[in-house]
């Protein structure tokens, strides 16, 4: 694997699911790996589980890290091609991805979504440049379009946590105040296309995620249909895509609660985090023991030791 | 030791500074202690010798560290129960803790007083919702309350320097222009408590610490009489705690000068930094040999790295 | 040597320019060197390639990190002396230094000049205060007046590009829209003066560096002639030193192009970066194959890692 920014740049994701459960058991084991090498982190937004998940899966394998965060410590960067750089912007992004192809081994590189232009945000404008003109792998820690280390953490925790062979998995939308970016529900449904599962989406009408994405996926607009005998309620915000970038509803009604979930086949409720209690879901729900955010979180880690694995592994091979 | 909140978690302060003198000779004996843990700084306020005393105390011992400046680098925190979270917060401590105890062996907090809510300051927030959520034990790099890093540090300074069994040790406030906290005062008082000496608090009227905190030690508002015969003037400007984060004086005359401490037994002087020259302290005081500011910030490392490794004990045992 | 604030701080330049190009072949045959050892990096200011670099220089020596923003992370410094402190600076410089003094081994700072006011940038107040009451070796990573560290990086490049013995190299003034320190210009102009080179500036009039600096280097008022059967080719905003800070003219004519590149003696380009394209450099040099700008980055760790290693040596004799 030279680069991760999407869930299919894994070339078994079965395999690499079943390699992070067995390196979960054992996580220093291949501590001698990355020693010598150095990771850097750039963060162009907040993180809380990317940031330390990240760094300490590195350190798990033996490599230095360096974290920026680029905004705030470096220069302000361009993306454009042939402009005149008299205004704001210090450096372009020419320069930066390859210098800092010097310094490092693998560049991780969180960008969210502006979501007030939806053409740059496609184009996921920061990640595919450095891509573009860094000379080491890039790893997506949320991109505009996608959020492919939750969406292996997230194959991990069904993985662990199904108790039939074909689960009903059910993408819930839920309110949210804020508008909130598409990657970790994109990324989610590109992992499902990769899993037997019974797989549903269910939002309000005007939620439609990107059909280029979702596909052939079902989408149900009554949640309670959905919730019907599912394993596992998967549960996030985003604006609309159409609409792009709206907050369209706020309806409560969406709100995952107990007594939806007793609807459900004793479903699992899985979130990425963070998420607003009582708003998105109702504190009964996430502080059940049917809750996996927490652990969702910890395999974090193993989904991003497992991605820095491999790339380590093609760079000595 | 489970957590590192209060002074009083050190089973026997005695033997816990003597651990940290014979510490102090050298420094890497304990390197491999903490070989594969990690610990995770966080950072609600600013900080300059926490933040570094605490990371070489952590790499002394072999520990990987990752530090966070949380308000800037995470999501801003809800700490109320069954609050619906529609308005700035964007995560639960309930989830932060949790999270973070995936990634980290130990977590470090500093959240600083606010000396706007009395009842929320008393409570500590931060880092009892710190101790209540996460799995992983707990360091107070300064809270609302208390600064008990700080305390042992002062502890290993008192015990290097003294020259009697049974020291005559001044608290002494000085004027400040700004509204500072009640923590590092509060911890050097329960320090104290647990030495052999002649410990005597002096400031203005209005200036009482928490009598729940200071309890039968003897207050004398008259500074002059304070300092004579005393061996250690340690010196720290606090806010009212009565009429709760009020400047009720800038008295100039409560500065620390050489005149004063010529009235001293040739006392030590003692303060915590930062201090503010020739405000709290006169630059003569500050700079001659009497002073022990930058010993006590050099005995900070040693204070953390003795609070780190029976942590690391307790974990291991 | 001790600290490293001047490039000639090393007592031989072509020595350590080729310590550092065998280095450069082998980067980890030091790592033993730094175990133990900690390097502390405060960033007054921003900084992409120093603050990487300099980490990673470090980390190839064995040496611990500890990077910290001083401005967002610590405590407002105050530099003058006996000046009572009421106002908005919370800690001296003596104490700042001295306290990170007992925590790390070397200090590396970063804090730009001014531009605002002369006296004050030329005293490298920050740098040379650390110098003043710092007991362990300082090392600069730009003051208001150099930036040796670049200067080294730029000296192992022009060594491993040169192409006669005595190549001629000319510092070219090149428009920008804001205000840009001295600091680059002054120490390639340093460094220069050490090479046996055929040396030439060319910027507009008024654009004269500090004579104390340049001494008696030829000033060349066109840039044309400047160009003619140039080696090398080095490029550089710089505010005015006269009239102190101004930007005097932005005066598109003296923006490198392949034109005027095609007048020199196939000349390689040279900028230490950020560079603003199409402003200080069409995009058609800075991409093309005689343009040094990413090796100039890449010799930034083996500048570092010669000057740390020298420190370190000095340290363990």
């Known amino acids: 694997m030279q680069h991760y920014t999407h869930i299919n740049d894994l070339e078994n994701l079965q395999e690499a699911v079943q ?5 979960k058991q054992e996580p220093l084991q291949f501590e001698q790996l990355g020693k010598g090498k150095t990771i850097c982190l750039l963060f162009f937004n907040n993180s809380l589980r990317t940031r330390l998940s990240t760094q300490k899966a590195a350190q798990n394998l033996g490599m230095h890290t360096i974290v920026m965060n680029f905004g705030s410590e470096g220069w302000q960067l361009e993306y454009g091609d042939g402009v005149i750089m008299n205004q704001n912007k210090s450096e372009h992004v020419k320069e930066a991805a390859k210098v800092i192809s010097q310094y490092c081994d693998i560049v991780a ?16 404008e920061v990640l595919n440049n450095f891509i573009k003109y860094a000379t080491i792998p890039v790893v997506n820690m949320e991109s505009s379009v996608g959020h492919p280390l939750q969406a292996l953490a997230d194959a991990i925790t069904l993985e662990e946590h199904k108790t039939s062979h074909k689960p ?8 949210h105040s804020k508008a909130l970016p598409h990657a970790v529900a994109n990324s989610f449904v590109q992992m499902m296309q990769l899993q037997d599962a019974n797989f549903v989406i269910t939002h309000p ?17 009554n949640q309670q249909k959905a919730f019907e005998n599912a394993d596992f309620i998967y549960t996030k915000n985003w604006s609309s895509f159409n609409d792009y970038g709206k907050v369209l509803s706020q309806d409560k009604n969406w709100m995952i609660t107990s007594k939806k979930m007793k609807e459900t086949n004793n479903a699992k409720f899985m979130h990425c985090l963070p998420v607003r ?34 790339i380590l592994n093609k760079l000595f091979s």
């Open 19 to 23: 390699e992070a459960i067995t390196l």
């Open 168 to 175: 009903k998995v059910v993408l819930s939308w839920a309110p």
């Open 109 to 124: 590189i969180r960008a969210f979504a502006s979501l007030t232009n939806k053409e740059k945000d496609k184009q996921e």
């Open 277 to 310: 209690r009582n708003v998105v879901v109702a504190d009964e729900v996430l502080d059940s023991k049917n809750s996996l955010t927490i652990e969702q979180a910890n395999n974090r880690t193993f989904a991003a030791q497992i991605v820095l694995k491999k």
């Open 205 to 221: 009408e005007g939620y439609e995620l990107d059909p280029k994405i979702t596909k052939n996926i079902p989408i149900e607009y």
